[in-house]
């Protein structure tokens, strides 16, 4: 299966949502604690037994922890950046002419960046200064803050249906639901008794949210009775640093955790557990779903590869 060696350690993942054969990948020097960034832009082989090839890359003087791909412009990537800024890439143009804009608001590490499915002209990002900040393309400043959180905001993800819709994860032990045309957020979760760091919606069921909490589990609520979770998921050995609904499958969702590992569960029957991969030899912290390819996974993490496979084949197999 394809593998990718990164300079730095890796910390996102994502598929395009136009080229079955295309990723990206944030990364950042020396654990993301201090040093420069790098945005690779790569490329699936047409064999998988070769590697994966870069098309283009992006410099960062900080850390980069988290990429969206846009929904409306093939060649456009927002960078979550450790120095505060937001930045908007353009594969299509040279690194010399990149980044497009470079948006600062946030007052400490970006952590998150989701771009709007259903708007397809907005996109949200968390950041440790304990907001989330709502942004449009064609606006040089945000729009909108939302100040709740107690604690540092790790993710923030848009519903799949409802265009104003979108899910906070924080350090405060809550997930918050908001609608960015009310004043405040309109469900608090108190989820886990430990920091969340990721939520993802069901792309099938716009009610369900998972959680994935540093207790070592996963939680899927119901937001229309969220007293306790309709399923808790345990498996994983550390902190769960990522969680991730399947495009293609109701009951499928992926995660990856400071375990190494990554695992694919069914959410909906008793031993939910149906794959587990331990190819990362450091933590795992990246892992997406392509929207385009059913059940083509990639990750990444702080061993500095990138990995691309076929849920249920090895990741390491040649």
């Not at 930045?87 to 400490?108: F, G, M």
């Not at 979770?229 to 495009?247: C, D, E, M, Q, W």
């Not at 375990?259 to 795992?284: I, K, N, Q």
Request: contains cysteine; glycine residues 6%; aromatic residues 12%.
């Amino acid at each position: 299966m394809p593998v990718f060696k990164t300079p730095f350690n890796g910390y996102s993942v994502k598929f395009s949502p136009f080229y079955e054969s295309r990723l990206a990948v944030a990364t950042a020097q020396n654990f993301g604690i201090l040093g420069n960034g790098r945005l690779h832009v790569l490329s699936l082989p047409p064999a998988p037994s070769s590697p994966l090839t870069e098309l283009i890359s992006f410099d960062t003087a900080d850390g980069i922890y988290d990429l969206a791909w846009s929904e409306s412009h093939d060649s456009l990537l927002i960078a979550a950046v450790a120095d505060g800024s937001v930045k908007l890439y353009d594969t299509a143009l040279p690194p010399t002419q990149n980044p497009i804009r470079s948006l600062q608001e946030h007052t400490r590490e970006v952590h998150s960046v989701d771009y709007n499915p259903t708007r397809r002209d907005s996109f949200i990002t968390a950041s440790w200064d304990d907001t989330i900040k709502l942004w449009t393309l064609d606006r040089p400043a945000s729009i909108r803050t939302f100040k709740e959180h107690a604690y540092c905001v790790y993710s923030a993800a848009w519903n799949p249906r409802h265009t104003d819709v979108f899910a906070s994860a924080s350090g405060d032990c809550t997930v918050r639901i908001w609608d960015v045309r009310e004043p405040g957020s309109t469900m608090i979760i108190p989820g886990h008794d430990f920091e969340i760091l990721c939520c993802d919606w069901n792309k099938y069921d716009d009610c369900i949210i998972a959680t994935a909490s540093v207790d070592k589990s996963i939680k899927v609520w119901d937001v229309r009775s969220f007293r306790a979770p309709i399923s808790v998921l345990n498996g994983h050995g550390y902190a769960v640093r990522k969680v991730k609904f399947s495009p293609h499958h109701r009951n499928l969702m992926v995660s990856c955790s400071y375990d190494m590992s990554v695992c694919m569960w069914d959410f909906m029957v008793e031993d939910a557990l149906v794959g587990r991969y331990d190819h990362h030899t450091e933590f795992a912290v990246g892992v997406d779903i392509s929207v385009l390819v059913d059940g083509l996974m990639a990750s990444t993490g702080w061993d500095e590869l990138v990995y691309v496979w076929q849920h249920g084949t090895d990741p390491r197999a040649p």
